[in-house]
Each structure stands twice: as C-alpha cells, then as structure tokens.
T-cell receptor
Framework: EPEVTQTPSHQVTQMGQEVILRCVPI?????FYWYRQILGQKVEFLVS????????KSEIFDDQFSVERPDGSNFTLKIRSTKLEDSAMYFC???????????FGEGSRLTVL | DAKTTQPTSMDCAEGRAANLPCNHS???????VYWYRQIHSQGPQYIIH???NNETNEMASLIITEDRKSSTLILPHATLRDTAVYYC?????????????FGTGTLLAVQP
C-alpha cells in the first residue's frame, strides 16, 4: 500500500535555527498539506499546496514558514527561525486518492530548545 | 465547513462493537462524512467516508441518517489496538476550503 514518508522522524534544534521537514507524497496525488499538533492539542491545518503554489494557509503559517516542492517529488516545510512554541509534531498529508481520502505521514517531531 | 460534534470520550469492552456517534446538522449537500483516527501521536489514519448511503469496509461501518444530520461509526469487534482518538469530519474535495479540519474527536478506550 502506498504511503506518505516523512523525514526526519525527530529533530532537536536551538531556538533561532532554521529547520526543514521533508515529505515524500504518494505519486499521482495532486494536493499536499502540512498540519501540526502541539502536544495534547488538536491537529491544526497549516497550509495546502496545489499546482506548485500555496492554495490556502492558516493564520499560524506566517512569514517564518515556507513550503516548496524543489524537485517535483519531495514536499518541504521550512521554518526560518524556530521559536520555542514551534515545538510540535508536523504531519504531511497528500491526496486525494481515487476514492477521495487524504493520507497522512507518521509525522516529524520538532523540539526547539 | 460543517462543524461536527462528538462525545469527548467513550469506553468499550474488547470484542464488543464500538459505536461512535457524530452530529453534523449543518452539513452541506456536497460534503462527505469522513472518519479518521489517531493512535497515540501517530499520523491520522483514514477509516471510512460516505455521502448518504451506509458504507462498510474492512475496518468499520458507517451509518448515516437519512437527513444526513448525524452518523455513527461502528467498529464491529473492538480490540485493544483500536484505542485511539476518532475524528468525524465533514469534507468536500474540491470545495471552497479543500482541507480536513480536525476537532477534538472522541477518545475511545477499549477495555480488556
């Protein structure tokens, strides 16, 4: 069964450092998403990406965040200057499948010290 | 996006059917009812979705009321590994907001 792959599984960084989280989507999916989940809280939408551009973003997705698909396969989320409050699980999702569902990766845990 | 409401938590005995309710009284005609679950801090896992007919797959059954204002996810024989947070989401692919919006879900605890 095809799956969404995310790397790294866990990253620890110092406040102010840049972080890049990577996602390999399922091939032939057209929509790509990033979500985050702060420990003990809801899964929150960050951004959606379609046709090589952002189609929608939330209030959380400020100028410190950016997304791109640098080589036509990987989908990346960059945080330019991390803050303590960026510590969270970040999930990539892609879709839709031919029956309409979105698939999520297992997440990247970001810890900002 | 239609807002859904779910109980905060439920218990179920291992081997019994787990019935998880969801209210979505403001669902629009082109929105499907999707169910996902999240085991511990893993990525949300798709379970099932439907528009107005009842649906069944290898994981679960979905019963949608005729007026589409509520639905029930049924796990026919719950196991300990089904302990998770279950999310009911109204979603329309290609709609105005083409994204899943997660609420707080129902924490299902399967008891041995």
């Amino acid at each position: 069964e095809p799956e969404v792959t995310q790397t790294p599984s866990h990253q620890v960084t110092q406040m102010g450092q840049e972080v890049i989280l990577r996602c390999v989507p399922i091939s032939n999916h057209l929509y790509f998403y990033w979500y985050r989940q702060i420990l003990g809280q809801k899964v929150e939408f960050l951004v959606s990406f379609y046709n090589n551009e952002i189609s929608e973003k939330s209030e959380i997705f400020d100028d410190q965040f950016s997304v791109e698909r640098p080589d036509g396969s990987n989908f990346t989320l960059k945080i330019r200057s991390t803050k303590l409050e960026d510590s969270a699980m970040y999930f990539c999702a892609t879709g839709p499948s031919n029956t309409g569902e979105l698939f999520f990766g297992e997440g990247s845990r970001l810890t900002v010290l | 996006d239609a807002k859904t409401t779910q109980p905060t938590s439920m218990d179920c005995a291992e081997g019994r059917a787990a019935n998880l309710p969801c209210n979505h009284s403001t669902i629009s005609g082109n929105e499907y009812v999707y169910w996902y679950r999240q085991i511990h801090s893993q990525g949300p896992q798709y379970i099932i979705h439907g528009l107005k007919n009842n649906e069944t797959n290898e994981m679960a059954s979905l019963i949608i009321t005729e007026d589409r204002k509520s639905s029930t996810l049924i796990l026919p024989h719950a196991t300990l590994r089904d302990t998770a947070v279950y999310y009911c989401i109204a979603y329309s692919y290609g709609g105005a907001t083409n994204k899943l919006i997660f609420g707080t879900g129902t924490l299902l605890a399967v008891q041995p």
